[in-house]
């Protein structure tokens, strides 16, 4: 996945001084992704049966439900548009991945988002409250080509979605008279897998222009209640490798644990370039 980062300078990051969690994960993911695009060639090269195919999205989000991620506070529900996301977004990673060999397969999809807020309390004990959060989302499924034709083609699997959150809450101390009250900080991380299964639907429909469905449902319990998604959209091709992607996008997961919740959907169009070899 290609990154739209924006990485506050050490004096900034209430957290830590740096982008730690987007740095452990591009450590991982960006060099996977370069070493699959460049070998991707000489395989295709090798024989016709390889495809690789990478796509850099945007996805213009909207997202609500109820959460309680921080130990010690009630859940709370909450609706934020788009344009809630992008005022207090920090930076952002979002990429999906095919490899088809013959009529086996493999897809994988990175979302992350770091957002922040900054708003004065009532008091009189803290003056400032800065929340941060930081969302990883990974799909990664194996797939089998069951339905092979010029009129469609129809890939089923299965997989893993991955899911972090981790939420860090800052309350800046009150001066009071002389003396100033202590910052307290906040923290808290939870990680889950879900099982899913997935369905991927393509329809050519002339030599430039095709539709795309994909499908999955997961969770049933092993971690998340429940899990699922749902894409449909259209891609334009702009040359051999390149095509314009154009869908909509929707993401649902209900989650509890020992106290923490995460009961979110998050939907919106979603625009990207596809590079396929």
Same mark, same amino acid.
């Given at each position: 996945m290609i990154t739209i980062l924006k990485c506050r300078p050490p004096g900034e990051d209430t957290a830590s001084g740096t982008c730690s969690v987007q740095s452990r994960f591009l450590n991982f993911v960006l060099p996977t992704l370069m070493l699959l695009a460049a070998s991707s060639v000489p395989l295709s090269a090798q024989s016709k049966d390889w495809t690789v195919e990478l796509t850099p999205y945007v996805w213009l989000t909207g997202l609500g439900g109820e959460v309680a991620t921080l130990p010690g506070f009630p859940p709370v529900e909450f609706n934020a548009s788009f344009g809630d996301v992008l005022e207090?977004?920090?930076?952002? &990673?979002? +990429?999906?991945?095919?490899?088809? %060999? !013959?009529?086996?397969?493999?897809?994988?999809?990175?979302?992350?988002?770091?957002?922040?807020?900054?708003?004065?309390?009532?008091?009189?004990?803290?003056?400032?409250?800065?929340?941060?959060?930081?969302?990883?989302?990974?799909?990664?499924?194996?797939?089998?080509?069951?339905?092979?034709?010029d009129k469609a083609n129809l890939d089923l699997?299965?997989?893993?979605?991955?899911?972090?959150?981790?939420?860090?809450?800052?309350?800046?101390?009150?001066?009071?008279?002389?003396?100033?009250?202590?910052?307290?900080?906040?923290?808290?991380?939870?990680?889950?897998?879900?099982?899913?299964?997935?369905?991927? &639907?393509? +329809?050519?429909?002339?030599?430039? %222009? !095709?539709?795309?469905?994909?499908?999955?449902?997961?969770?049933?319990?092993?971690?998340s209640d429940f899990t699922w998604q749902a894409y449909g959209g259209v891609s334009f091709r702009l040359s051999k490798s390149i095509h314009s992607v154009l869908g909509y996008r929707y993401l649902d997961v209900d989650y509890e644990k020992d106290g923490f919740l995460y009961d979110v959907a998050q939907q919106g169009f979603l625009l990207g370039i596809s590079l396929r070899f």
């Open positions: 207090n977004l920090d930076g952002a &990673l979002m +990429i999906t991945g095919k490899v088809q %060999v !013959g009529r086996a397969g493999f897809l994988s999809d990175i979302v992350y988002a770091k957002l922040s807020l900054d708003r004065p309390t009532p008091g009189p004990f803290f003056s400032d409250a800065e929340l941060e959060t930081k969302n990883f989302i990974g799909t990664f499924t194996g797939v089998y080509r069951v339905v092979q034709s699997g299965a997989g893993l979605r991955v899911w972090n959150v981790e939420t860090e809450l800052l309350l800046v101390g009150a001066q009071i008279g002389p003396g100033q009250i202590a910052d307290r900080r906040i923290v808290s991380s939870e990680t889950w897998v879900d099982p899913v299964i997935i369905s991927s &639907l393509d +329809i050519p429909l002339t030599r430039r %222009v !095709g539709l795309r469905a994909v499908a999955d449902i997961g969770g049933f319990g092993a971690s």
